[in-house]
């Protein structure tokens, strides 16, 4: 049926599953699936290079059009997420009108983190800051879901619900998302940074984790010496386990105080949910 002899270079016709092709002169060619358009199929997309550039540009007004309607403007930052992924992430956002940043900030909607299993990622810093400004952490997987089915799912089915370190379950982001009240606002408790190099393996730098501490609605202590403390407030001073000198800093203060490792902070945070102190508490001989 392909030979030269039964078909003229340039005969068009529809396959047995509907699709347009060519015959140029050797082989057949699948068409762009457009009425009348005899350039080639690109990429497998049904279309041609041209009209494939002309439904993306339409997909995007249509999403943006969406968007106005709804006051909904995604704006994302990924976790962890692999070289393939992030190509993905690239697609959705021209797909779907989205803004790509490499930091959490006030401005963003998503943080979308690499999973472990379905639902569960790794606690990274972009995750720990998500929670912080209260923002949806989504698997990866709405991403795939989206581009496959052509069109914006519902996030809250694709929400992370724990993670890889404290537990599989907890859903502390969606209770942050969902309560959007500072975790730590009404606890009387004022905090003051002392780690010497951050913590978590220098996951945070002392500036970042102060950053967080405001974030959470604790009050911040950076000058033990100046800053006033209320004598209703118990000071958690966040601190190296091995960092006896620390207690000289903090000898003479008139308010209660207690050393614990800054996990009692960031466990708090992630989990949405303030820890007994007893249990990360320091007593130094």
């Known amino acids: 049926m392909s030979s030269t002899g039964h078909y003229a270079k340039g005969f068009v016709r529809l396959t047995a599953g509907g699709k347009r092709v060519m015959w140029d002169g050797n082989r057949w060619q699948q068409l762009c699936q457009i009425d009348k358009c ?36 995604l704006n994302l930052v990924c976790s962890s997420l692999t070289r393939q992924q992030m190509s993905d992430l690239e697609l959705f956002s021209t797909r779907f009108g989205a803004r790509l940043s490499s930091h959490v900030d006030e401005k963003t909607t998503h943080l979308i983190a690499s999973e472990v299993e379905s639902r569960v990622c790794c606690l990274t810093k972009k995750v720990f800051f998500a929670v912080g400004f209260h923002k949806f952490v989504i698997g990866f997987q709405w991403i795939v879901d989206c581009l496959a089915k052509e069109t914006l799912l519902n996030e809250e089915n694709y929400e992370i619900q724990g993670d890889s370190s404290l537990s ?21 408790y004022a905090i003051a940074v002392e780690c010497a190099i951050g913590c978590q393996q220098g996951m945070f730098t002392r500036d970042e984790l102060e950053n967080l501490v405001e974030l959470s609605g604790a009050i911040l202590i950076r000058n033990v010496q100046q800053d006033s403390i209320e004598s209703h407030r118990t000071l958690i001073v966040l601190c190296d386990d091995d960092d006896k000198n620390v207690v000289k800093k903090y000898e003479n203060l008139k308010v209660k105080y207690v050393f614990v490792i800054p996990e009692f902070f960031l466990d708090s945070i992630v989990l949405y949910e303030v820890q007994p102190i007893k249990s990360y508490e320091l007593i130094f001989s």
């Open 38 to 73: 005899l350039k080639r199929d690109q990429k497998s997309q049904g279309v041609c290079l041209i009209h494939y550039r002309e439904q993306l540009e339409n997909s995007k007004k249509k999403l943006e059009r969406k968007s106005r309607r709804t006051g909904k403007k």
């Open 168 to 188: 599989s379950d907890h859903n502390g982001m969606q209770r942050s998302r969902l309560t959007r009240q500072p975790i730590f606002k009404s606890y009387p």
